[in-house]
């Protein structure tokens, strides 16, 4: 694998996390009210929607009186009430619109509450158990991925597999977190075709995961800092331009003029990811600086950054060989640091490269981030997946007032 540093600024968010087995991804239904806080005997539940932002709001879950759950979807995705067999006592399903060609399979997302039997059971027992269930219960299942995960101090796994429905592969991303005794399990079923649409999206929302003990009401979260304490195996990188973030306690930071690079420590030969994160920033600071707080603040925002993404493309094509632009959407992370997402592949020493792009903005900051991966196999829809980690690093950033 090459791990040395390209000429371009890489970028993240394409992490792909894993998912959890166990009884859980077999049953489950769907439909949908839309976005209802409810409990698990079918009632509403008071103060249950917080603004996330334009298009997502907060669902407050009520397992019991000493138990609630609360997660952020978007605003046009459905929920309904539904009960699985086993150990897994409750659970509700949320599905999509149907914005994409509806084929053999329907999106949907399944979160789930299990009761574990065994209180000395840890989380390596936990996902071992989980994955020899998925392998025995289902048909043509395929491990596609798996690694560990941390959401708000909780330790958990993320897992990534195919498996046979009526003749139809299926690609499922399942998140398990153990805490008291108990397994929250997030699951999220769709093709192979439509994964990588729904990936941001699922990724956002597995992160917003908030399991609340001994609460009777659903708090409101909305201003939760994602960034994790320095005991927990991540330190906090404060720029003095204005934004921080969280990185692992062994990756290495590299500074250099306007710009800053974290770099994991690459000791398999087999694997994928370059993980080298560049950040540049103060670029452009002119125009953001001219910026004014009016009621069109927000637009004036959006054309800033789509005028700065036109000269970013322009600098790609000129610097890079074979340069092929997959997509570009709004971006925004849980500390509602916003802006710009690029996904494109080149040619980098003869290697194909896939990169993610982040151009963000906030509190007149203006940084460009970047991540790159190989493609080993251009052929080979499953070698597109970031790690777990990089995704947290991407959530975290934030921008700070000055």
């Known amino acids: ?89 409750n659970a509700i399903t949320i599905s999509p619109p149907r914005n994409l060609p509806a084929l053999a399979h329907q999106d949907k997302l399944s979160v789930g509450i299990e009761e574990l039997e065994d209180s000395n059971i840890d989380l390596y027992a936990y996902s071992i158990s989980a994955k020899e269930i998925l392998s025995s219960r289902l048909i043509d299942f395929e491990l596609i991925d798996s690694l560990p995960i941390n959401i708000t101090d909780l330790q958990g796994e993320r897992i990534l597999f195919n498996h046979n429905v009526n003749g139809k592969t299926v690609r499922v991303l399942q998140t398990w977190i153990i805490e008291d005794d108990t397994a929250f399990i997030l699951t999220f079923a769709t093709t192979p075709e439509r994964f990588e649409y729904y990936n941001p999206m699922i990724n956002k929302i597995i992160y917003s995961l908030d399991i609340n003990w001994g609460q009777n009401e659903v708090k409101d979260n909305n201003n939760n800092n994602l960034l994790p304490n320095s005991s927990d195996n991540h330190s906090i990188y404060k720029s003095e331009f204005g934004f921080e973030l969280s990185y692992p306690n062994s990756w290495t930071i590299d500074e250099g003029n306007n710009r800053v690079s974290f770099i994991s420590t690459q000791t398999d030969e087999m694997d994928t990811y370059l993980e080298r994160l560049d950040i540049y920033y103060n670029i452009f600071s002119n125009s953001i600086n001219n910026l004014t707080s009016s009621p069109n603040f927000t637009q004036e925002i959006d054309e800033t950054l789509s005028v700065h993404l036109l000269d970013e493309i322009e600098y790609l094509k000129n610097n890079l060989q074979d ?80």
Do not use: C
């Open 1 to 89: 694998m090459n791990t040395s540093s390209s000429n371009v600024r890489p970028s993240l968010l394409s992490t792909l996390p894993r998912p959890r087995p166990l009884l859980f991804v077999v049953a489950i239904i769907v439909m949908l009210l839309p976005l209802h806080s409810l409990n698990f005997n079918g009632q509403p539940i008071a103060s249950a929607i917080v603004t996330v932002n334009d298009n997502w709001s907060k669902l407050g879950i009520k397992v019991n009186d000493d138990l609630s759950i609360m997660l952020s979807l978007p605003d046009d995705w459905k929920v309904e009430k539904s009960s699985l067999n086993d150990n897994i006592q």
């Open 323 to 402: 340069l092929n632009i997959i997509s570009i959407n709004n971006f925004q992370n849980e500390n509602n640091a916003s802006g710009k997402e690029m996904v494109y592949t080149y040619i980098s020493n003869g290697v194909q490269t896939k990169v993610y792009e982040f151009l963000l903005m906030g509190n007149s900051n203006f940084i460009i981030m970047t991540f790159s991966t190989n493609i080993l196999d251009s052929n080979d829809d499953e070698d597109d997946f970031f790690s777990n980690t990089l995704e947290f690093i991407v959530n975290s950033i934030r921008f700070l007032n000055r």
